[in-house]
């Protein structure tokens, strides 16, 4: 499944990071991102997720298979914003669906229900917080989709290497 990127002035990884099949993209030295400083963030407005270069490039890699990745940039826009509160809601929302996918690539269906569960329930607190949509796509479709993961959990993929998805486009920007 492809997807129009969001951000295609950063480069996608050369593989997706699954644990015990792919070299750690930090801590090992065959790692893609090994040696290497995070970037900073750059300044974003909270309530307007979607003009955020980071969080579109997060979408852009989990929407390419790299669910690992999407999740590192995810959980530090959710520090960003301070943890808690509906945008944190969303984004572990969002971290959480991202370990699904990682845990179909690991050929773990009962990670992918746990997550995707959380997903959706996450999803679900940031909906009854007042955040209706991130940029074209209602929080209501987030919902439906988690719960649609967790019931119907995607099989593992046959080659980990990104970038392959495993899982629907979630998020349309």
């Known amino acids: 499944m492809t997807a ?7 480069e996608l990884p ?9 070299p750690h993209p930090k801590s090992d030295p065959r790692g893609h991102a090994y040696g290497r400083t995070d970037e900073p963030l750059e300044e974003f407005d909270p309530a307007k997720l979607e003009h955020s270069r980071d969080f579109r490039y997060a979408v852009d890699l989990f929407h390419a298979g790299y669910y690992w990745e999407a999740h590192e940039v995810w959980e530090a826009l959710w520090h960003a ?3 808690t509160g509906p945008t944190a809601d969303l984004l572990k929302g969002l971290i959480k669906l991202a370990a699904a996918g990682v845990k179909v690539l690991e050929g773990i269906p009962t990670g992918v229900v746990s997550h995707a569960r959380r997903a959706a329930e996450l999803f679900e607190h940031a909906e009854d917080g007042g955040i209706s949509n991130v940029g074209a796509t209602p929080t209501r479709e987030l919902i439906e989709a988690a719960k649609g993961i967790a019931a119907q959990p995607p099989l593992a993929a046959d080659e980990p290497r990104g970038p392959k ?5 979630v998020t349309r920007l």
Do not use: F, H, I
């Open 14 to 22: 050369p593989y997706t990071y699954v644990p015990g099949r792919t």
């Open 4 to 10: 129009e990127r969001y951000e295609p002035s950063l």
């Open 81 to 83: 914003v301070g943890r």
């Open 165 to 169: 998805s495993v899982l629907p486009v």
